[in-house]
C-alpha cells in the first residue's frame, strides 16, 4: 500500500481536480529551468566576478587611462618646464633632501606643485587599467573555450534601461520651476515607488510620505535653495506664496 501511495503521488494528474486541466500526460516528466535559489552571504555582496561585456568595459578603461597618460604632459606644463643643470640635488632640494643656496630645506617641498597629484594617481590608474585588461582578456578567452556567453549586449541593455532614469530626473529638473520643489519631488517620489514595482497602497502611501519627509528636511530645515520664480507659486495669495517660497 506504501508503494501504491508513493506512486501515485509522483503522477502529475493527482495535482489537478479534473484531468483536462493537467498540461502532461502520464508519462511526461516537468523539469523547472529556473536556477535554484541560493544563499546570499554578506561577504559575496562585495565578491569581484567578471562577467558578460567586461571585456569591453576593461578596454574603455585602460583607453582611458591611456588617454590621460598621454596628455600629462601637456596639461601639466611639463612639455614647456625647463629643467636645471644638476638635475638630481634639483630633486632632492623638491623632497627635502638637499640644501641649495643656503636656503631652508622644507620635506614635502614637491608635493606642493599642481603636476604632482594627476602624476600620483596615474601611477596607479595606468598599471591598475592594464592589469585588469589582462585579467579581463585571459577570462574571455577562457569562457570562449568552454562555450559560455560573452556578449556584450546584456550588459549594454542593462544601461540603455538605466537611461530612463537619467530621463525622470531631467523632468524632474524641469518642472520644479513650474510646480515647485514639494509638487514635483511628491509627484517623482510617488511615481518611482511604483515603476520600481512596489505598486500596493501601502508601498505608494510609504513612497509619498517619504518624498515629503525629503522636501521637510531639505527645505524647510535646511532652506536649500530652490528656484525663487516658480509658476505654481505665482498664482496663490502673496501671504501662502512668501510661506511656500521659504519652507517649500
Known sequence: M?????????TPD????????????GTTVFQSECPPDKK???????KFSRTRGDLEVSIVVALLA??????FWTQTGWETRKLPDELGTYVAYQFGLADIEGRVTRLGRILKQSWVAPLLCLLVFVPAALWNLRGSWNETAWRK?????????????????????VAYFIGYTLIVPILGYLVSTLILGTYLTWRLGYRGRSWIVT???SSFAVVVAFRTLLQIKTPISIWLYDQLPAATRAFMLTYF
Open 145 to 165: 573555450r568552454f562555450l559560455l556567453p560573452t556578449s556584450v549586449s546584456f550588459e549594454l541593455t542593462k544601461y540603455a534601461a538605466a537611461l530612463e532614469y
Open 14 to 25: 493527482d495535482l489537478y481536480l479534473f484531468d483536462e486541466a493537467s498540461p502532461l500526460d
Open 2 to 10: 506504501g508503494t501504491k501511495m508513493s506512486q501515485s503521488s509522483n
Open 66 to 71: 591611456l588617454f590621460f597618460f598621454a596628455f
Open 207 to 209: 513612497g509619498f510620505v
Open 40 to 46: 546570499v552571504k554578506v561577504e559575496d555582496l562585495f
